[in-house]
């Protein structure tokens, strides 16, 4: 074989093998989690009356472990007060439901209202959190249940009432222990050990999350693969410049 012909194949395994590995990634990437705004309307239970609003509510999720911290959003207020809520007045929790794969709620619960409420304005509700440890193995949906706010000695509990979708679906691999418990609030009917964080913040996260760190260790494998049939052309090189037989 000539120097060129060796040259050329060389090149052809170099690329023969960056192509296989590129295609390792993109499996590697696909997502494990589907997200969606869903909007919810929420009509509440409160001590002057019903009220009601609709909300587009986010649930995400970032996988640490053997557990996942779930973060559920709102993106419009919802409910009101007649009076002002002072600064840290106000404190909401929730539930979301599961389904598919697994049962039960697991309880989120956030930090109270870092400003002032003006009365009758729709109250804005933080960021809620909680931990969600999976038992089974398979798909779980995780959508909008009960709200909960405490304020100045009195509750307000709201509930959906138009059966909205889930608005996170995850495919997690269980533990295959029984039971559970619910946080406070749980209904103790889930498969799952759910537990409210109380507050925490969490960072700005979803469900690409894992497929972004996945993708990164593929194209590190990617790039190990094709310096190693680069290296394998040079060595072929040097060898027919030594006058070896081609």
């Excluded at 993109?26 to 997502?31: M, R, T, W």
């Excluded at 494990?32 to 909007?39: I, K, L, Q, S, T």
């Excluded at 909008?144 to 909205?164: D, E, M, V």
């Excluded at 997690?172 to 039971?179: M, P």
């Amino acid at each position: 074989m000539s120097h060129t012909k060796r040259q050329a194949a060389g090149r052809g395994g170099a690329l023969a093998v960056a192509a296989a590995v590129a295609g390792s990634v993109v499996l590697l990437a696909a997502p494990a989690a589907h997200a969606e705004v869903v909007d919810v309307n929420y009509q509440c239970k409160t001590p002057i009356g019903d009220k009601g609003a609709v909300s587009p509510i986010d649930i995400s999720a970032r996988k640490g472990g053997g557990s996942y911290r779930l973060r559920m959003t709102f993106q419009k207020g919802v409910s009101s007060s007649p009076v002002e809520l002072g600064k840290g007045a106000m404190h909401p929790s929730a539930l979301i439901k599961m389904g598919g794969a697994e049962s039960g709620t697991v309880a989120v619960a956030g930090p109270a209202n870092p400003e002032a409420i003006p009365a009758n304005t729709p109250i804005k509700i933080t960021d809620l959190s909680g931990t969600y440890t999976p038992r089974a193995s398979g798909k779980v949906t995780f959508t909008a249940s009960t709200l909960t706010i405490k304020a100045l000695g009195t509750t307000t509990t709201c509930t959906p009432a138009n059966s909205p979708t889930p608005s996170l679906t995850l495919d997690v691999q269980g533990s295959g222990g029984s039971g559970g418990t619910d946080g406070p609030g749980g209904s103790g009917g889930g498969d799952s050990q759910t537990t409210p964080s109380g507050g925490e913040q969490l960072p700005q996260t979803g469900p690409a999350d894992s497929a972004v760190a996945l993708g990164t260790l593929g194209g590190t494998v990617l790039l190990a693969g094709v310096a190693g049939a680069l290296w394998l052309t040079r060595r072929n090189q040097r060898r027919d410049g030594q006058g070896r037989p081609a």
